[in-house]
T-cell receptor
Framework: EPEVTQTPSHQVTQMGQEVILRCVPI?????FYWYRQILGQKVEFLVS????????KSEIFDDQFSVERPDGSNFTLKIRSTKLEDSAMYFC???????????FGPGTRLTVL | TQLLEQSPQFLSIQEGENLTVYCNSS?????LQWYRQEPGEGPVLLVT?????EVKKLKRLTFQFGDARKDSSLHITAAQPGDTGLYLC???????????FGGGTRLMVKP
């Protein structure tokens, strides 16, 4: 069964460093998403992406964040200058269309020291 | 801002008991998805309901979407230790751009 994959599974970085989290969505899906989950808290929406454009973003997704689909298979989330409060699990998701079920990847645990 | 309130937050029951988890909002959602999440992993889809009043069954799990598409419930019959985990509800907005998650229900089923 097709699944969303994410790399790395765990990323440790120093505050102020740039990180890039990678995702490979399900191959026939056209809509891509990033969510995050701070330890012990709700899963929160960050951004949705379709046709090489951001469809919607939350207040969390400020100028320090960016997303890109650099090729036909990868979808990336970049944090330019990480802060301690960026430490969280980051989940990528994809769906066939905007109203269909979103399927989640296993997540990347980001630890900012 | 759409909010989803999930209850109860924690539930500890004996094997064989029945339970219901609730997901409530004042907002209307285009769809309601239920996920199960294991520690350190991503949410795994259990079911999606899209029509008001819709009921779906997955073995011993019964999911219902409220008539007004503002609430949903998950009922487990004869719970088993393998049902132990974190259950999340998530509502889709009308534009289909984002999911709003509930806070989760952590279920423990004791043998």
């Amino acid at each position: 069964e097709p699944e969303v994959t994410q790399t790395p599974s765990h990323q440790v970085t120093q505050m102020g460093q740039e990180v890039i989290l990678r995702c490979v969505p399900i191959s026939n899906h056209l809509y891509f998403y990033w969510y995050r989950q701070i330890l012990g808290q709700k899963v929160e929406f960050l951004v949705s992406f379709y046709n090489n454009e951001i469809s919607e973003k939350s207040e969390i997704f400020d100028d320090q964040f960016s997303v890109e689909r650099p090729d036909g298979s990868n979808f990336t989330l970049k944090i330019r200058s990480t802060k301690l409060e960026d430490s969280a699990m980051y989940f990528c998701a994809s769906s066939v269309d905007s109203l269909s079920t979103q399927y989640f990847g296993p997540g990347t645990r980001l630890t900012v020291l | 801002t759409q909010l989803l309130e999930q209850s109860p937050q924690f539930l500890s029951i004996q094997e064989g008991e029945n339970l219901t988890v609730y997901c409530n909002s004042s907002s209307v959602f285009s769809s309601l998805q239920w996920y199960r999440q294991e520690p350190g992993e991503g949410p795994v889809l259990l079911v999606t309901v899209v029509t008001g009043g819709e009921v779906k069954k997955l073995k011993r799990l019964t999911f219902q979407f409220g008539d007004a598409r503002k609430d949903s419930s998950l009922h487990i019959t004869a719970a088993q230790p393998g049902d132990t985990g974190l259950y999340l509800c998530a509502g889709g907005d009308n534009a289909g751009n984002m999911l709003t998650f509930g806070g989760g229900t952590r279920l423990m089923v004791k043998p």
